[in-house]
């Protein structure tokens, strides 16, 4: 009799939502990134590869959802991250590279598990702008490219039991022709304030990025990220 109580309270629980939404689905994030930046530029002319921290304190970022409760008509979420980067060529110490990156992301989705589990699908449209600049003996190239990637879009969040913290993660990635993108966000976020109206957490994690833009006005570019970032979401 004991354990039949057990599986039905268990049951009884895991049924009912974690937390309903406030008065509406709306996440607002703000944060920024400390991060490590390897990259590599080539084109006809010339060919550089750099290994170094960025230049630049802070890389800001901003994470905005919103989601609501009609049938079969997608949830959005916007997000803007921009950083600037410059470092020494490996092979001398005079010469540069400088390039700056924005990427504004517009992303549709479907919340397909709503629980102390939550599971996010979609698909999103990544417009990546990047300017970069290569100094070096007797040669100066400057070029600024922009594509629009496509990326399957996959998240989730556990929000763990009788606690404030709930652990996430999120995925964006595809590959297509000479063009390669993937970016993993991982993340522990602590409910600082709860409201009637809204709530306020702090978050803090890891985010890695590999970029490869291929034949692009006769350069390929690519660069990978490491980062650590911090930031505040308020949800109404």
Known sequence: ????????????VFSVPA????LYGV???????FQKTDSTAESSSVSASVDGMRDSDVSPFL??????????????RFYLDSFDYSADLESANSDTIDF?????????YYEILDNYISVDLGLSIRQIKTDFSIQSTGIAKTDDLTVLLPTVYAAAEFAVPTTSFTLGAEYEGLSFD???YRLLRAYVAYELVDFVAADLSFKVG????DVVLGDLGGVDFNYKT????SSVQVHF
Do not use: Q, W
């Open 27 to 33: 996440y607002a994030e703000a944060g920024a990134s």
């Open 100 to 108: 700056s990156s924005n990427e504004k992301v517009g992303t549709f």
């Open 1 to 12: 009799m004991n354990i039949l109580r057990c599986m039905l309270l268990g049951a009884a």
């Open 226 to 229: 490491d980062a650590v970032f």
């Open 206 to 209: 890891v985010i890695s990025r």
């Open 63 to 76: 994470n905005f959802k919103i989601e609501h409760p009609v049938p079969l008509v997608p949830n959005f």
């Open 178 to 180: 000479d063009n390669d």
């Open 19 to 22: 937390k309903a939404d406030l």
